[in-house]
């Protein structure tokens, strides 16, 4: 079994700053691309960012800018500093893992989420 636990959320002015992490652990052979994804109340869940397990990132364009994903694969974690936030980046955000539970076996795992609140 492989669980994704998330941190870091919270309430935050706008303006501010928040980082969020999130740890892969259990029966992991290796981890392929990790990711954050959020889901604002009455809207579909959206994707924020991805990054490989070379380091390659990809973001929401409307986020470039703002937004950074980071990984540290010694540890299984991906992280997302999130600077300058607005009210309209209240959400649950849900880290997302590729894993590779034995070689060529990949499951997409989900964590729990995790909520930010942006007041303005």
């Known amino acids: 079994q492989v669980q994704l636990v998330e941190s870091g959320g919270g309430l935050v002015q706008a303006g501010g700053s928040l980082r969020l992490s999130c740890a892969a652990s259990g029966s992991i052979f290796s981890i392929n691309t990790m990711g954050w994804y959020r889901q604002a109340p009455g809207k579909q869940r959206e994707l924020v960012a991805t990054i490989t397990s070379g380091g390659s990132a990809n973001y929401a364009y409307s986020l470039q800018g703002r937004f950074t994903i980071s990984r540290d694969n010694a540890k299984n974690t991906v992280y997302l500093q999130m600077n300058s936030l607005k009210p309209e980046d209240t959400a649950v955000y849900y880290c997302?893992?590729?894993?590779?539970?034995?070689?060529?076996?990949?499951?997409?795992?989900w964590g729990q989420g995790t909520q930010v609140t942006v007041s303005s």
């Open positions: 997302n893992a590729d894993v590779e539970i034995t070689p060529y076996n990949i499951v997409a795992y």
